[in-house]
């Protein structure tokens, strides 16, 4: 968490609070010392302890080449994610209603990544970025041509220009053959069906996830 007063990193104290009466939140700059109370009743309940620290941050990106590798820390557990997003900031049902697009946007890429794992059977997926460049799904498997997907968690079926804006993210794969996949909330036009059709583009939507 961030300090409001000097944007410094903060104590979580939510966890292991010794002191009923201390602070949730305590920066750990001593020359601001900035503190912070929640309410009552807006912590989340603990989970259970796992053997393995899965319910944190995750870092990481899928590599192509070794000086590929970058790192980004996000959370993993959608209840945090959701907790810090809404629950803490206060927001009112009417805004958490109208945020809630953007929230599901990440769980659905995650639905498709483990999609493209299990059942486009490549052995590695996952997202990739390098200085402002992003790819939402990347896969490689032994046999195959890298998988670029591109992943829309929108109200409104998939046109042509998302596959046009996918063909531009072919910069990393210029001397290799790339199989090009879109994942869809609501569909796909029918000219976007003809084109895939034709192209040879895997179109994969909800049902067909659900479907699994």
Same mark, same amino acid.
Request: charged residues 35%; positive net charge; hydrophobic residues 30%.
């Given at each position: 968490?961030?300090?409001?007063?000097?944007?410094?990193?903060?104590?979580?104290?939510?966890?292991?609070?010794?002191? @009923?009466?201390?602070?949730?939140?305590?920066?750990?700059? +001593?020359?601001?010392?900035?503190?912070? /109370?929640?309410?009552?009743?807006?912590?989340?309940? +603990?989970?259970?302890?796992?053997?393995?620290?899965?319910?944190?941050?995750?870092?990481?990106?899928?590599?192509?080449?070794?000086?590929?590798?970058?790192?980004?820390? %996000? =959370?993993?557990?959608? %209840?945090?994610?959701?907790? %810090?997003?809404?629950?803490?900031?206060?927001?009112?049902?009417?805004?958490?209603?109208?945020?809630?697009? @953007?929230?599901?946007?990440?769980?659905?890429?995650?639905?498709?990544?483990?999609?493209?794992?299990?059942?486009?059977?490549?052995?590695?997926?996952?997202? /990739?970025?390098?200085?402002?460049?992003?790819?939402?799904?990347?896969?490689?498997?032994?046999? +195959?041509? @890298?998988?670029?997907?591109?992943?829309? /968690?929108?109200?409104?079926?998939?046109?042509?220009?998302?596959?046009?804006?996918?063909?531009?993210?072919?910069? @990393?794969?210029?001397?290799?053959?790339?199989?090009?996949?879109?994942?869809?909330?609501?569909?796909?036009? +029918?000219? =976007?069906?003809?084109?895939?059709?034709?192209?040879?583009?895997?179109?994969?939507?909800?049902?067909?996830?659900?479907?699994?």
């Amino acid at each position: 968490m961030e300090c409001e007063k000097c944007q410094g990193d903060m104590w979580d104290n939510t966890t292991n609070k010794r002191n @009923p009466k201390g602070p949730d939140y305590k920066c750990k700059n +001593k020359g601001c010392n900035h503190a912070v /109370w929640l309410p009552k009743g807006t912590l989340p309940p +603990k989970q259970p302890e796992k053997k393995e620290r899965n319910n944190g941050a995750e870092i990481g990106a899928i590599a192509l080449t070794k000086s590929m590798l970058e790192g980004q820390y %996000f =959370l993993k557990d959608n %209840f945090y994610r959701f907790w %810090f997003m809404m629950v803490y900031h206060r927001k009112s049902l009417e805004r958490i209603r109208s945020e809630l697009d @953007p929230f599901y946007g990440p769980v659905f890429e995650d639905l498709c990544i483990q999609y493209t794992r299990q059942h486009l059977e490549y052995e590695r997926a996952g997202r /990739w970025w390098k200085r402002g460049n992003e790819i939402d799904i990347i896969g490689m498997g032994k046999g +195959k041509p @890298p998988l670029i997907g591109e992943c829309k /968690w929108s109200r409104n079926k998939i046109d042509v220009d998302v596959y046009n804006h996918l063909l531009s993210k072919k910069k @990393p794969f210029t001397d290799k053959e790339v199989k090009y996949c879109l994942f869809s909330r609501k569909g796909f036009t +029918k000219r =976007l069906r003809s084109i895939a059709a034709r192209e040879d583009v895997l179109l994969v939507d909800l049902k067909d996830i659900c479907k699994g």
